[in-house]
């Protein structure tokens, strides 16, 4: 597509609820980033995914966080059994291979726990 | 690991130079990077850097030094709209992109 789009743009769920965030990179683009951000806070790495493959898990906060990519292309992250600090925006960013490639972000999830 | 340090907030008038620096350590390195973002919305790309020395782009200006672990971004003739949340991002071995926690500029007439 035109830019990384995710959705859902906004979602409020209830504490103990699991979340599903989708997001859909920019076509052709191998790498792929989750990144959360709390109010006023920087980007807190979660994943990032080369192709399918995930070589780097060590940012997801505990087990209830997971991510999978597949047809190198839409990666969904899963949140089982929501807290209240899982509250912040998701980011997802995509880019091509390549040193002087830079990452584009998508709108981000804004993800309120209840 | 990677950490990278920059300040949390800076403060400067607008038509002034203002001088954004950011130190790292890093296993591995494939360059860093600096973002802009406005409050509420997703960051932005300003600049690369994977070579030491200086990139021009219009007002904004990118520096490195590998050996030092150190950038800078330098910000020229500066408006209200550069008002933002800067960050230094840095991409480590493999395809790893690690971000500052950001540095908050402030414009003020």
């Known amino acids: 597509g035109a830019g990384v789009s995710q959705s859902p743009s906004n979602k409020v769920t209830e504490k103990g609820k699991d979340v599903e965030l989708r997001c859909d990179p920019i076509?052709?683009?191998?790498?792929l980033y989750w990144y959360r951000q709390s109010l006023g806070q920087g980007l807190e790495f979660l994943i990032y995914f080369q192709g399918n493959s995930a070589p780097d898990k060590s940012g997801l906060p505990s087990d209830r966080f997971s991510a999978e990519r597949t047809g190198g292309s839409v990666s969904t992250l899963t949140i089982q059994r929501t807290q209240q600090e899982d509250s912040a925006v998701y980011l997802c960013?995509?880019?091509?291979?390549?040193?002087?490639?830079?990452?584009?972000f998508g709108q981000g999830t804004r993800l309120t726990v209840v | 690991g990677q950490n990278i340090d920059q300040p949390t907030e800076m403060t400067a008038t607008e038509g002034a130079i203002v001088q954004i620096n950011c130190t790292y350590q890093?296993?591995?390195?494939?360059?860093l990077f600096w973002y802009q973002q406005h409050a509420g919305e997703a960051p932005t790309f300003l600049s690369y850097?994977?070579?030491?020395g200086l990139e021009e782009k219009g007002r904004f200006s990118s520096f490195l030094s590998r050996s030092k672990g150190y950038s800078y971004l330098l910000l020229k003739e500066l408006q209200m709209k550069d008002s933002a949340s800067y960050l230094c991002?840095?991409?480590?071995?493999?395809?790893?992109?690690?971000f500052g926690t950001g540095t908050q500029l402030k414009v003020e007439l």
């Open positions: 890093t296993s591995g390195f494939n360059g």
């Open positions: 076509s052709g683009h191998t790498a």
């Open positions: 850097n994977v070579l030491d």
């Open positions: 991002a840095v991409r480590g071995g493999g395809n790893k992109l690690t």
């Open positions: 960013a995509s880019s091509s291979n390549g040193l002087n490639t830079e990452a584009f």
